[in-house]
């Protein structure tokens, strides 16, 4: 088993910018590509941005390319989302998953490990 724990939302005006941190325990030996989706209230989750095993290929949803960057530290068993100029659009609990293979994946049903989720919030 692999646990996942979310920390660095908040609450933050329009333009601004939040990192968000993901750090892995247990087994994390079998800990292969992970993810940050979200969840905005009424709405499904929704990908964000995905990470392959060893962070040299990213994927980033439409809606946040080029004002999100993922990255990870395998020594340290963290993966960060940093987020620049948000919008209030972006206001959604923000999760990070993990899977047990390298590749990256797109559907929430492809990853094995969930964190409990951190709240952003963008103020208009």
């Known amino acids: 088993q692999v646990q996942l724990a979310e920390s660095g939302g908040g609450l933050v005006q329009t333009g601004g910018s939040l990192r968000l941190s993901c750090a892995a325990s247990g087994r994390t030996a079998s800990n292969g590509a992970m993810g940050w989706f979200r969840q905005a209230p009424g709405k499904e989750r929704e990908f964000v941005a995905a990470?392959?095993?060893?962070?040299?290929?990213?994927s980033y949803a439409d809606s946040v390319k080029g004002r999100f960057t993922i990255s990870r530290d395998n020594a340290k068993n963290t993966m960060y989302l940093q987020m620049n100029s948000l919008k209030p659009e972006d206001t959604a609990v923000y999760y990070c998953a993990s899977r047990q293979y390298a590749n990256i994946q797109w559907q929430t049903t492809e990853y094995d490990y969930w964190g409990q989720g951190t709240q952003v919030t963008v103020s208009s």
């Open positions: 990470i392959n095993i060893s962070g040299g290929r990213t």
